[in-house]
């Protein structure tokens, strides 16, 4: 079973702190990828990455950045967290044809 | 730029059946369909490619239309099981990444 696991399921931060998401996978995926999911908004990839140290730009990357030095890592970071971050991110793993979500990590940023 | 999905929101009996349709601007390449339940990751369900051809995952098929940009997933028969949030994904000519829709909320009820 592939999975992909997701440092936190609730977090909570402060307007102006660095946060870190981080996600990992099993099953030696290439492609690693972040999205942030609003109520009517749908799924809205921010990031996304093919290999070690590769990194694309999604539809919505402004105030974010990742960071890939492992293959099975995939981290995201908010250098200054502001209170329309707040959302639900998704990370996932896997082929061009299918990807696997991890559980997701609710951000609330006060 | 995302892709349209119609209806928003839809409310079935348990047996009814019900289309979801997802509408695109640009050319397509392809469109992957996925599922998410109350509460969960999203899941995988299936893969359209250029070439209109039609698919099925038990009793929900798609269907792939290139002339006209669109997708259509068919859900024949439903059950209590198939309630949550259907997500179209939509690869367009000449791009690399998945932009999804903003999702069809379906409930299935007895």
């Known amino acids: 079973d592939v999975k992909v696991t997701q440092s936190s399921r609730y977090l909570v931060k402060r307007t102006g702190e660095k946060v870190f998401l981080e996600c990992v996978q099993d099953?030696?995926?290439?492609?690693m990828f972040w999205y942030r999911q609003d109520p009517g908004l749908g799924l809205r990839l921010i990031y996304f990455?093919?290999?070690?140290?590769?990194?694309e730009k999604g539809d919505i990357p402004e105030g974010y950045s990742v960071s890939r030095e492992k293959k099975e890592r995939f981290s995201l970071i908010l250098e200054s967290a502001s209170t329309n971050q707040t959302s639900m991110y998704l990370c996932?793993?896997?082929?061009?044809?299918?990807?696997?979500f991890g559980p997701g990590t609710r951000l609330t940023v006060l | 730029q995302q892709p349209v999905q119609s209806p928003q929101a839809v409310i079935l009996r348990e047996g009814e059946d019900a289309v979801i349709n997802c509408s695109s601007s640009?050319?397509?390449?392809?469109v992957h369909w996925y599922r998410q339940k109350h509460g969960e990751a999203p899941v995988f369900l299936m893969i359209?490619?250029?070439?209109?051809e039609q698919k099925g995952h038990d009793k929900i098929s798609a269907s792939f239309n290139e002339k006209k940009q669109q997708s259509s997933l068919y859900l024949t028969a439903s059950q209590l099981s198939y309630s949550g949030t259907y997500f179209c994904?939509?690869?367009?000519?000449?791009?690399?990444?998945?932009?999804f829709g903003t999702g069809t909320q379906l409930k299935v009820e007895l």
């Open positions: 996932a793993s896997g082929r061009f044809n299918e990807q696997f």
């Open positions: 359209l490619l250029k070439g209109g």
């Open positions: 994904g939509t690869v367009t000519g000449g791009g690399n990444k998945l932009t």
């Open positions: 099953m030696d995926h290439e492609n």
């Open positions: 990455s093919y290999d070690v140290k590769m990194k």
């Open positions: 640009k050319a397509l390449y392809s």
